[in-house]
């Protein structure tokens, strides 16, 4: 374009910046950092119009890095200059957009002077302060989003390129060669365009990750029908079980909620199935208390034997999506039915003529009524009864379940099943108080535990050591505290 | 036609003996000066070219102010005929620079953020410890190492 080969920056509108709009990633590790400024020094990679390029290094063994793209490109996308990746998240445009369901990819336009001109008027108006409408800062973090987004910098895209004469056996440099000796790593995603990526169109980053995305988000029900229990993790005090409560309610008659506080956990129980499975459905990734993000899972039934490994049992448990343990459960319920196993069964169906309630005061046992048997499977949704005593086991056995509790990280890309999953304290109290279930010993622990639990509505507290005295072996999960009152249980009983 | 005046180089004595080296460093100059670009970076293939540059002032210098061999009279006569870089060699007689390999890379005025390059910083306290400046190819001209 002749016009713009001289003078007047200000008429032709190119632009000029103080600072550069860059990710913590782009700028480095080191909080010191040196950086030129060069006024018009390139053109826009998007939009060729002249900018202000920024150039540094961020860190010690980094390459010096350069902003590519001018500001008012990287504005109207959000996205930091260099990496072209957005600021917030640290997600490409494509993934972003999609998650978000933002598309203001029409609103700009691609071609030649259509494009310069658009990006000159945004400027303008950027400048003289008139506010355009940036659906940025106004979309609301979506569950998805919070899952794949980046938490920690990411240095490694720092580091200087691939030495080119290496991959020839021609590097004459040596050990002064500042590009790395290594082979590089080709495939789907070396063929990467700046243009593609910055409008969001055909990034095969981007591709992959909303691939993965769309399998880390289904959360398949087990196979065993019997199971209306989920399990909930990643609590902290802050969430009550009334919060629990609030969010599930909606989608089924809640039989019980079982905290287990120790486990940062909790286990919903549905009265049907089909209630659990809807829950699941709706609130699989998008549940957030108060803040705090959690995990949704389907629970299992409580194994009885000692997990010595429980870490990999976990995760091995956790990836099958707790089908795994259903046989078992199967199994265990029946011989809860029998004899308690001391497995805290949470997914047994209580026999049809219970009656489903919440409170304690229907309960005749948790009104104090001690039950000299076993109480068979529990029925009633006393899940945080059930959650106490599984919780108790682990403990008994190692307490790694404890810091195992809080799932990682949402940010990374890798969504990891929490560890504690192991013993999935299944919020399925049976009605038997909860110590029954546990030989004399485990008792002796599990009142201690009593008192955390103690604000809980449903705590069977003086009831649990009296009925651990007949403890026969019962099936119930251990903890009395969060038993949700069932009568159900109570009926099991019977 | 009108006498023209022209100079006529008048060697002082003592050039006898300085005068093989001399123009052995001068064949390798012109040598350097017309080798092939092929195999080498734009910055390289000037790299000679200063190494070269050095190895003759570093010659004249150490012959007078080290070993004191030559006279005055001598020393100025190569200074003048351009058989050794005075600026340079002004360089040298400081505190610090006694190895400065050329007169670019002390400039802090052709670096950014006002440095001197990088073959000026002793090797103890560089991070990378093989290097050569992009303007000479030093390796490292710090008076310590």
């Known amino acids: 374009m002749a016009h713009r080969l001289l003078r007047d920056h200000e008429a032709d509108g190119w632009e000029r910046a103080d600072f550069p709009i860059i990710c913590e990633s782009c700028l480095g590790d080191n909080p010191y950092v040196r950086m030129t400024r060069a006024e018009y020094d390139k053109e826009c990679k998007i939009c060729t119009r002249p900018f202000t390029v920024f150039r540094w290094r961020p860190g010690r063994d980094a390459r010096y890095k350069k902003t590519e793209i001018c500001q008012t490109c990287s504005k109207l996308k959000n996205v930091c200059q260099v990496c072209l990746l957005d600021l917030e998240y640290g997600l490409p445009v494509q993934v972003r957009d999609t998650a978000l369901s933002i598309d203001s990819n029409d609103a700009i336009p691609k071609s030649d002077v259509n494009r310069e001109y658009f990006a000159e008027e945004h400027d303008r108006k950027a400048r003289a302060g008139i506010d355009y409408e940036s659906s940025y800062g106004k979309a609301r973090p979506n569950d998805t989003i919070l899952k794949l987004q980046r938490t920690t910098p990411y240095y490694k895209r720092n580091r200087a390129h691939i030495c080119s004469f290496y991959i020839r056996g021609e590097c004459t440099r040596g050990a002064e060669c500042p590009y790395r000796h290594e082979m590089p790593v080709t495939g789907e995603l070396s063929q990467q365009n700046i243009k593609d990526r910055y409008y969001g169109v055909n990034d095969p980053v981007a591709l992959k990750l909303l691939g993965k995305a769309g399998e880390m988000t289904s959360l398949e029900a087990p196979e065993d029908e019997s199971i209306k229990t989920l399990y909930v993790g990643g609590l902290d005090a802050r969430v009550t079980e009334q919060d629990l409560r609030d969010h599930f309610y909606a989608h089924g008659e809640i039989e019980s909620i079982k905290m287990v506080l120790q486990r940062a956990c909790a286990f919903v129980t549905y009265t049907t199935r089909e209630g659990a499975e809807k829950a699941a459905e709706e609130l699989s990734n998008k549940l957030v208390i108060k803040g705090l993000r959690l995990k949704l899972m389907w629970g299992r039934p409580q194994t009885a034997k000692p997990e010595s490994d429980g870490s990999d049992q976990a995760r091995q448990q956790a990836a099958v999506a707790h089908s795994g343990l259903l046989p078992r459960a199967v199994i265990s319920q029946q011989q809860n039915q029998d004899l308690g196993q001391g497995m805290p069964y949470y997914n047994n169906p209580p026999p049809p003529q219970q009656e489903r309630s919440y409170y304690p005061s229907m309960d005749p046992q948790r009104m104090g009524a001690l039950i000299p048997s076993q109480e068979g499977p529990p029925g009633g949704p006393s899940g945080s009864g059930e959650n106490k005593p599984s919780m108790e086991k682990p403990q008994m056995q190692q307490h790694y379940t404890h810091p195992m509790m809080p799932p990682p990280p949402p940010g990374q890309y890798h969504h990891q099943p929490p560890h504690q999953y192991y013993p999935p304290p299944y919020g399925y109290m049976p009605p038997v108080p909860p110590y029954q279930q546990y030989p004399p010993p485990y008792s002796a622990q599990m009142v201690p535990s009593q008192p955390p639990a103690a604000n809980h509505p449903y705590h069977h507290h003086p009831m649990q050591p009296g009925s651990s005295q007949t403890g026969s072996g019962q099936v119930g999960s251990g903890s009395a505290p969060a038993e949700a009152g069932t009568s159900a249980s109570g009926s099991q009983q019977q | ?145």
């Open chain 2, 1 to 145: 036609m009108p006498k023209v005046k022209t100079n006529r180089v008048k060697y002082p004595e003592g050039w006898e003996l300085i005068e093989p080296t001399l123009s052995e460093l001068q064949a390798k100059m012109r040598e350097a000066e017309n080798d092939p670009h092929d195999g080498k970076r734009k910055c390289e293939t000037l790299w000679p070219i200063f190494k070269i540059a050095y190895q003759k002032s570093r010659y004249i210098f150490d012959l007078y102010h080290q070993r004191k061999e030559i006279s005055n009279e001598l020393y100025e006569f190569c200074l003048d005929q351009g058989y050794a870089d005075r600026n340079l060699i002004a360089k040298w007689k400081k505190p610090g620079y006694e190895r400065l390999c050329c007169l670019r890379c002390m400039q802090t005025r052709d670096h950014n953020f006002a440095t001197a390059c990088v073959c000026r910083v002793p090797k103890q306290l560089r991070e990378e410890k093989v290097i050569e400046c992009v303007h000479c190819g030093c390796k490292g001209c710090a008076s310590g190492d």
